[in-house]
């Protein structure tokens, strides 16, 4: 039990929408990482997040943006949906110290599927 | 830019076969690599690790050798069970602490 945890499990949405993610980290953790898993490819990585500072993004567009509170949950914000966009969201939660990241443990992911 | 090529699957075994899944990469520098492993309906776990050449890590009966000459970290088994089959990711992590996945290789292991 990693102790991540995502919501929703699922999600529909229609292209042009706009779409949140939630993910709870776990206890102690500061940082959190997204990435997005298209099916049968490796996931790739979104961005990061650490003390609700954006620490680093991978090539995707500005229409993907992220938030984390002070209680080290996170959101994935995705406007103007794509069909491309479907994908297993997962988010990642570790502790960064003295310029260590430390092991993440990922959540069990959100499945997207944008019409 | 730093990336991971695996073997692509699906590999189908029987039980207590010999497993190997060969992963190699390009990367600058030294970087930390990983194995995860993807069961049915759960989120990523770590499964081993290796942060410096000739490192070997291991688990659950799993181990992989960094090795920096040939720019590999193959993933071995001596001898697979029914619930080893899930989709195992070879993956590194370089400066940036960003995790650069392979494409994943699906196990199937037959009774």
């Known amino acids: 039990e990693t102790g991540v945890t995502q919501s929703p499990t699922h999600l529909i949405k229609t292209r042009g929408q706009q779409v949140t993610l939630r993910c709870s980290s776990q206890?102690?953790?500061?940082?959190v990482s997204w990435y997005q898993q298209a099916l049968g490819q490796g996931p790739q990585f979104i961005f990061q997040?650490?003390?609700?500072?954006?620490?680093g993004r991978g090539n995707f567009p500005p229409r993907f943006s992220g938030l984390q509170f002070p209680n080290y949950s996170s959101e994935l914000n995705v406007n103007a949906l794509e069909l491309d966009d479907s994908a297993l969201y997962l988010c990642?939660?570790?502790?960064?110290?003295?310029?260590?990241?430390?092991?993440?443990?990922f959540g069990p992911g959100t499945r997207l599927t944008v019409t | 830019g730093n990336s991971v090529t695996q073997m692509e699957g699906p590999v189908t075994l029987s039980e207590e076969a010999f497993l190997t899944i060969n992963c190699t990469y390009t990367?600058?520098?030294?970087?930390?690599l990983f194995w995860y492993v993807q069961y049915p309906g759960e989120g990523l776990q770590l499964l081993l690790k290796?942060?410096?050449?000739?490192d070997k890590g291991s688990n659950k009966g799993f181990e992989a050798t960094y090795r920096k000459e040939t720019t590999s970290f193959h993933l071995e088994k001596g001898s697979v069970q029914v619930s080893d089959s899930a989709v195992y990711f070879c993956a590194l992590s370089g400066r940036d602490d960003k995790i650069i996945f392979g494409k994943g290789t699906r196990l199937h292991i037959l009774p």
């Open positions: 990367a600058t520098g030294y970087p930390s």
């Open positions: 290796a942060t410096k050449a000739d």
């Open positions: 997040y650490y003390r609700e500072e954006e620490n």
């Open positions: 206890s102690g953790h500061n940082t």
């Open positions: 990642a939660s570790s502790t960064l110290a003295g310029g260590v990241l430390y092991e993440q443990y």
